[in-house]
């Protein structure tokens, strides 16, 4: 079984989450318990960049659903970026573009944050 890991960085009042590995069932709950850090800590501008992330499950799709109404909620959002073709397939085949902005590159998701701003 392959590992998860993820790296929290912090960019101005934006959190990436670099995600690397297999985000299945197992590994899941690492990813709920970093958004959950986040909500506690009142950080709603959300990067998930999954350059490093070689496998995703449902389970690892239900995270990002689970906290996207709270993080919306409190004037936030969880953008995806840096995706490779195979996980994006995956997204797009669950309608997740209609739901998430999926940027290209962690830049391009900072700067839809920054355009955001008032």
């Known amino acids: 079984m392959s590992g998860f890991d993820i790296q929290k960085k912090h960019e101005g009042d934006t959190v990436v989450l670099q995600l690397k590995g297999y985000l299945d069932a197992h590994t899941a709950p690492q990813l709920e318990t970093a958004l959950q850090e986040c909500l506690a800590k009142k950080e709603y501008k959300i990067i998930a960049n999954f350059s490093?992330?070689?496998?995703?499950?449902?389970?690892?799709?239900?995270?990002?659903?689970?906290?996207?109404?709270?993080?919306?909620?409190?004037?936030?959002?969880?953008?995806?970026?840096?995706?490779?073709?195979?996980?994006?397939?995956?997204?797009?085949?669950?309608?997740?573009?209609?739901?998430?902005?999926?940027?290209?590159?962690?830049?391009e998701a900072r700067?839809?944050?920054d355009s955001n701003s008032v």
């Open 52 to 107: 490093q992330l070689s496998y995703i499950s449902s389970a690892g799709l239900g995270v990002f659903m689970g906290f996207i109404e709270e993080v919306r909620k409190n004037g936030g959002d969880i953008k995806l970026c840096c995706m490779n073709a195979k996980i994006y397939r995956i997204f797009d085949l669950l309608g997740f573009p209609t739901l998430y902005e999926i940027l290209d590159t962690e830049e």
């Open 111 to 113: 700067e839809k944050f």
